[in-house]
């Protein structure tokens, strides 16, 4: 038999699915300190394949988190990706309800 919680956990209620994977958060954590980031960048630092990443920066795109811009300069193709404020405000709650979390623990 387990005992009982003297206390609820908190902190569940700002944490986003969405942000749950790894690789989405760094994405994330990234851009909320830089003004924009090329794919090509992003890829490097995080040390993703193209597929993989691009399936995660759509993801975030679709929930309205990212922005991207593509362009060509000589004659490439570059896709800047922005956090929104949207995804913004998604990273600062889903932080404070980790730190908060995390701030339970006995370790």
Excluded at 17 to 23: D, N, S, W
Excluded at 56 to 85: G, M
Aim: aromatic fraction near 6%.
């Amino acid at each position: 038999m387990r005992p009982q919680p003297e206390q609820q956990l908190t902190g569940w209620a700002g944490l986003d699915r969405l942000l749950e994977h790894r690789v989405r958060l760094a994405v994330c954590v990234l851009l909320s300190r830089y003004d924009r980031m090329s794919f090509r960048r992003l890829k490097d630092l995080l040390d993703e394949t193209d597929g993989s990443l691009g399936a995660h920066l759509r993801k975030l795109e679709e929930a309205d988190y990212l922005s991207v811009k593509k362009e060509f300069v000589e004659r490439k193709p570059i896709s800047w990706y922005r956090l929104t404020r949207k995804g913004r405000s998604a990273l600062k709650s889903h932080a404070r309800g980790l730190n908060d979390l995390l701030g339970q623990a006995d370790a």
